[in-house]
């Protein structure tokens, strides 16, 4: 049965056709991970497919409602420091959530945050390309993230939209992350807001209705999807590559994340409490749900094409492609039609795994000149890209409208 009918059934309404309409999208497989996993080590395990945010969704569904978006973004846009007081002028209830919703949560460990820095800082250039190509590229093999993205206001100018999400990345790894005068705390409310506006404005979005099989967007399960995609999928690249990581950095790059989950709005009960439960989770609710959409297949293209206007000779779609082949493997790089590359595949296959134990000060196994001269000058591309972009004074704003396309 299509979308269309299956909405028909629900708006319908009705005891019999809703309970049918119910059963037709309640997920296939119940949800089995175990909050025994989760940080708290304890939760209701309540399905958090069908959970949102019961916290941030009101608050901005009414400010929408209202149209005092727009002058709340205006305030917004000079709150930017963790310890930063927030504007005057906000409306009583907004600014109620977002001071319960700024605080750290008492299991925030700043030891386990200094060591964080220490992961970040010895491998920060080339997780900037994981979090790009691992990461930035699973997004669009994640159906339900894809098509939010391509029908929401972001789909309509990706290359801004991706500065904004790589401005999370860069924060969550700059030294003072979750420190008063860090960025993170900040950039994760705004987002949770985004998100919250998106709940609320893709379902007026006809193609999103007639494409997306949930009725609202971003559930608790879907961001932690999204999640698995970002440390969990660098974890596992680090991995696949033999970087060797202290135990106290691996942990300390978990936590960072963990406490990014929570201030996302994520009920501690779904966050992992160490790699062994993350991985466990992303088994169960991020590889099993990879696949193409038509909206991811654009997506991808776009974000593939995004260097081609930069003088910069080694961001080249083929090359940009060839990496994203190579992270996420080739059954993913065939769903998103990017073609084999004669140079770079092998290239990447035979020598990048040694380039970087070089790189991380190991043994020389015979890593061929040219090719170490041909990463570092990717790496170093890529960082003046990257660093270029997100120099800039980035803002994320809560969205007021659908993609007009
Ligand atoms: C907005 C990060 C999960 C869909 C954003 C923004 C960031 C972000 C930084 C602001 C960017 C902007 O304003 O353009 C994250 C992170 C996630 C996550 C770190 C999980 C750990 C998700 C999921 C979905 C989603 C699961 C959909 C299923 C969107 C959409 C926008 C957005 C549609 C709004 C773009 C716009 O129209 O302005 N997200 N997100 N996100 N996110 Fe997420």
């Keep these: 049965m299509d979308n269309f009918n299956r909405r028909n059934m629900l708006k ?5 056709g809703a309970a049918g309409a119910i059963a037709l999208i309640a997920p296939s497989t119940p949800w089995t991970w175990s909050p025994a996993g989760s940080v708290p080590g304890t939760g209701s395990g309540a399905d958090p497919r069908g959970a949102w945010d019961y916290e941030a969704d009101p608050v901005v569904a009414g400010l929408l409602d209202r149209g005092e978006v727009p002058r709340v973004n205006e305030l917004l846009k000079h709150w930017t420091k963790n310890s930063q007081p927030l504007p005057a002028g906000l409306p009583a209830e907004l600014r109620d959530f977002m001071e319960h ?21 010895k491998r920060g250039t080339y997780l900037g390309v994981l979090y790009g190509f691992a990461s930035g590229m699973m997004s669009t093999v994640i159906p339900k993230e894809a098509r939010a993205v391509y029908y929401s206001k972001g789909g309509a100018d990706m290359k801004d939209r991706i500065t904004k999400t790589a401005k999370l990345g860069y924060d969550i790894g700059s030294l003072n992350a979750y420190q008063p005068d860090g960025e993170m705390v900040v950039t994760c409310v705004k987002t949770r807001l985004a998100h919250a506006a998106v709940r609320h404005l893709l379902p007026q979005s006809p193609h999103w209705v007639n494409s997306a099989p949930e009725d609202i ?7 932690m999807v999204t999640w698995h995609s970002l440390p969990t999928t660098v974890m596992r690249n680090l991995k ?6 202290a135990p106290d950095e691996s942990e300390g790059f978990l936590h960072s994340w963990q406490l990014a989950a929570h201030l996302l709005g994520v009920e501690d009960q779904y966050i992992p409490a160490s790699w062994n439960e993350a991985d466990s989770q992303a088994k169960q609710v991020l590889d099993p749900i990879l696949a193409p959409t038509p909206e991811g297949i ?26 994203t082949r190579f992270m996420l ?3 993913v790089a065939d769903w998103l ?10 290239l990447l296959e035979t020598a990048w795994g040694p380039y970087l134990i070089v790189r991380e000060g190991g043994l020389d196994l015979g890593v061929p000149e040219e090719a170490y001269w041909l990463f570092d000058e990717f790496l170093r591309q890529f960082v003046l890209f990257y660093m ?3 120099r800039m004074p980035i803002n994320i704003s809560i969205p007021v409208i659908n993609n007009p396309n």
């Design 217 to 223: 967007p971003i559930s608790q399960a879907d961001i």
């Design 298 to 323: 654009k997506l991808a293209d776009i974000l593939l094409s995004l260097g081609m206007n930069l003088d910069l000779t080694l961001l080249t779609r083929p090359i940009l492609g060839a990496l």
């Design 337 to 346: 039609r990017i073609p084999t590359e004669p140079v770079w595949t092998p």
């Design 12 to 16: 319908a309404g009705g005891v019999a």
């Design 329 to 331: 493997g080739n059954e």
């Design 240 to 245: 696949k590559w033999n970087v060797r990581i």
């Design 101 to 121: 919703a700024r605080q750290l949560p008492s299991w925030a460990d700043q030891g386990k945050l200094a060591s964080a820095v220490n992961f970040n800082q």
């Design 388 to 390: 270029s972009e997100i």
